[in-house]
């Protein structure tokens, strides 16, 4: 079974640009998590898809973020215009469909892209 | 790599010893809970979980202990190996298993 897939591994952009970072989850994961690690800081939680809807996006940090899940599938998280503050590690998790609140099935997570503004 | 700037408390454990590292939670709301691993260069991976209705949960060669009543967690790793070099994250979730809220990471250092 292929992991959780991010892409770009790294992306390096100017202040102002826009860059697109995509989360391809494992099949079955109705569930997709992003997070983020900026420097010097804890992860910390982003958004949280079900399938193609929001089910909390109290993590944003600013209307610069959307995310999207079109399809249910894959998840894309742009940024526009970047700031030097977006700089840091984007992380994508993602958990078993039908796995209710309190279920036993942990969080997957992607090896992450690294964003570096300039 | 991630770890650069965080200044992240370090274990450092001769190969064959058992590791214990440690993770203090602040929401007593929380009642499930996760550690992760997480290597260089790549995600946090899955170890090890435990509901709050539990005090211990084994897996291969790592234990995770639960203190409720002081908050506290616990990641025991029997015979350390080398490719336990990594740092460890405990994370909790005060809302269901859906956002999870990370500790500041453990790095541990194994020496052959």
């Known amino acids: 079974e292929a992991g959780v897939t991010q892409f770009p591994s790294h992306s390096v952009i100017e202040k102002g640009q826009t860059v697109t970072l995509r989360c391809d989850p494992i099949?079955?994961?109705?569930?997709l998590y992003w997070y983020r690690r900026v420097m010097g800081k804890e992860i910390k939680f982003l958004l949280h898809f079900v399938k193609e809807s929001k089910q909390d996006e109290s993590g944003m940090p600013n209307n610069r973020f959307l995310a999207e899940r079109t399809g249910g599938t894959y998840s894309t998280l742009k940024v526009q215009p970047a700031e030097l503050e977006d700089s840091g590690v984007y992380f994508c998790?993602?958990?078993?469909?039908?796995?209710?609140?309190?279920?036993?099935?942990?969080?997957?997570f992607g090896d992450g892209t690294r964003l570096s503004i300039l | 790599g991630e770890s650069v700037g965080l200044h992240l408390p370090t274990l450092s454990v001769q190969e064959g010893d058992n590791s214990i590292i440690n993770c203090a939670y602040s929401?007593?709301?929380?009642?499930?809970f996760i550690w992760y691993k997480q290597e260089s260069g790549k995600g946090p991976q899955f170890i090890i979980d435990?509901?709050?209705?539990?005090d211990k949960r084994q897996g291969q060669r790592v234990t995770v202990l639960l203190n409720k009543t002081v908050k506290h967690l616990s990641l025991q790793i029997a015979a350390t190996q080398p490719g336990d070099s990594a740092v460890y994250f405990c994370?909790?979730?005060?809302?269901?298993?859906?956002?999870?809220?990370f500790g500041k990471g453990n790095q541990v250092v194994v020496i052959p």
């Open positions: 929401n007593s709301a929380s009642d499930y």
């Open positions: 998790a993602g958990r078993i469909r039908g796995a209710g609140p309190y279920s036993n099935q942990p969080q997957h």
């Open positions: 099949s079955g994961h109705d569930n």
């Open positions: 435990i509901r709050s209705n539990m």
């Open positions: 994370a909790e979730t005060p809302y269901g298993n859906n956002r999870l809220a």
